[in-house]
């Protein structure tokens, strides 16, 4: 009984013991093939930070064609994709409204105008009255001072009653006190005379404003390209009128580009944003788009938007030099922004997983190749495809840069 009861303590003993041994065991390393891999090698020298993004070429120079009034699409003379001249008619529109405005503002215009010319005749006749009446009474003030001067030397000499020659000098007084009124009312008339010309001036003048005004919204219902280029198709969420349609003040009517002008629109992610400036020198690919090699580009950042639109922003960049055959608006293009250079730096291709300033795990191949360990990894700064190493790895060091989430549990995989 005892020995039975020693061998079965064993037994447990060693099963336990095996079990627990079995739970501490690691997995085994999972096999790898090595051809689906992205391997790369840690090296130390120059890196050229850049951040990438994807756009669109568009044009510099572009104008939007606009309703100046209201009125209704009676023609449509050119079509989007068309090149056109500063003073193409593109479409016609009618506003019976405002052709009857015009018509108004003329016949109002010929009034003032007559009404004007009418004044200046009136109160020239009335200048010539008030000249009249004062040579007039000049001439009898003349009169009776003589008189008055021939009678006072009459009765001086008793030839002639004092009082005659009394009544003679205040008849030459009163006429010249006359004299004096007439002169005044005549330089005072020559002011009241201006000041209703330059009142019936002004009208006049606003009154031809007006019909300049409706003049020339008429002429703007042949709605015009405004400078040399090519019309294109309004963009999204605007839509094209078609004829017969009533179009409001402002509505858009067309679009017209410089096709020979461009620049780049890239959508750069918010997060890489933050070290552009301007004046940055960038290279833009021109060859995604439609599966041709249209070249590459140079050119340099002019303008960052300052506003963030689903998670990114825009950034321009202004061409140099002659662009590649094929170059057109709104073809899709790949864009690089060089940041800066960095002189000596540890550094390895950017792993799918990489972000600047974090700490992953990365997969390091062993000298012998057979196997990868997974090893702690510090970033610094990054670049499109390179990125820097802060620690963790040492130049020389072969680490996968593959998107190895399934083997997360592993600490070791084998390579096949």
């Known amino acids: 009984m005892i020995r039975r009861i020693a061998l079965i303590a064993a037994v447990v003993l060693i099963g336990g013991g095996i079990t627990v041994a079995a739970y501490r065991l690691k997995p085994a390393a999972p096999g790898v093939d090595m051809s689906v891999l992205w391997p790369d090698t840690v090296k130390r020298g120059p890196m050229m930070r850049e951040v990438h993004g994807l756009g669109t070429l568009v044009p510099e120079d572009t104008m939007l064609i606009t309703a100046n009034t209201?009125?209704?699409?009676?023609r449509i003379l050119i079509r989007p994709g068309t090149p056109?001249?500063?003073d193409s008619v593109v479409m016609i529109l009618t506003s019976p409204e405002l052709e009857t405005q015009l018509l108004t503002a003329q016949y109002t215009l010929k009034a003032?105008?007559?009404d004007y010319q009418n004044l200046k005749v009136t109160l020239e006749k009335t200048l010539l009255d008030m000249q009249s009446t004062a040579a007039q009474v000049g001439a009898d003030y003349n009169t009776a001072k003589l008189q008055a001067d021939r009678d006072a030397a009459l009765a001086k000499e008793d030839l002639l009653p004092a009082v005659d020659a009394k009544i003679?000098?205040?008849?030459?007084?009163e006429l010249g006190n006359r004299y004096a009124i007439e002169q005044k009312r005549l330089s005072i008339n020559a002011a009241a005379e201006k000041a209703q010309l330059d009142a019936q001036e002004v009208k006049v003048e606003q009154d031809r404003a007006d019909y300049n005004l409706k003049k020339s919204q008429v002429d703007q219902l042949k709605v015009r390209a405004g400078f040399d280029g090519i019309l294109e198709a309004l963009p999204a969420p605007m839509t094209p009128v078609e004829e017969g349609q009533k179009v409001t003040a402002g509505t858009p009517l067309g679009k017209v580009a410089q096709p020979s002008h461009l620049k780049a629109e890239l959508k750069i992610a918010e997060t890489q944003v933050k070290d552009i400036a301007i004046g940055q020198p960038a290279v833009i690919d021109t060859r995604l788009s439609g599966g041709g090699s249209n070249g590459l580009i140079d050119g340099h950042v002019s303008r960052i938007d300052p506003s963030i639109i689903n998670g990114t922003v825009t950034v321009d960049?202004?061409?140099?030099g002659p662009l590649p055959a094929g170059a057109r608006p709104d073809l899709s293009v790949d864009g690089t922004i060089q940041l800066e250079k960095l002189n000596d730096v540890v550094y390895v291709g950017r792993p799918v997983f990489g972000q600047e300033g974090a700490t992953v795990q990365l997969f390091k191949i062993d000298p012998d190749g057979k196997y990868a360990t997974k090893v702690k990894v510090t970033f610094g700064r990054s670049s499109v495809n390179t990125i820097e190493v802060k620690d963790g790895l040492k130049v020389g060091d072969r680490v996968i840069l593959s998107d190895m989430s399934q083997y997360d549990n592993y600490d070791r995989i084998k390579l096949n």
């Open 70 to 74: 209201d009125a209704r699409v009676q």
């Open 84 to 86: 056109v001249k500063a």
């Open 112 to 114: 003032a105008e007559a």
């Open 168 to 173: 003679s000098e205040v008849k030459a007084q």
């Open 317 to 320: 960049v202004a061409l140099k």
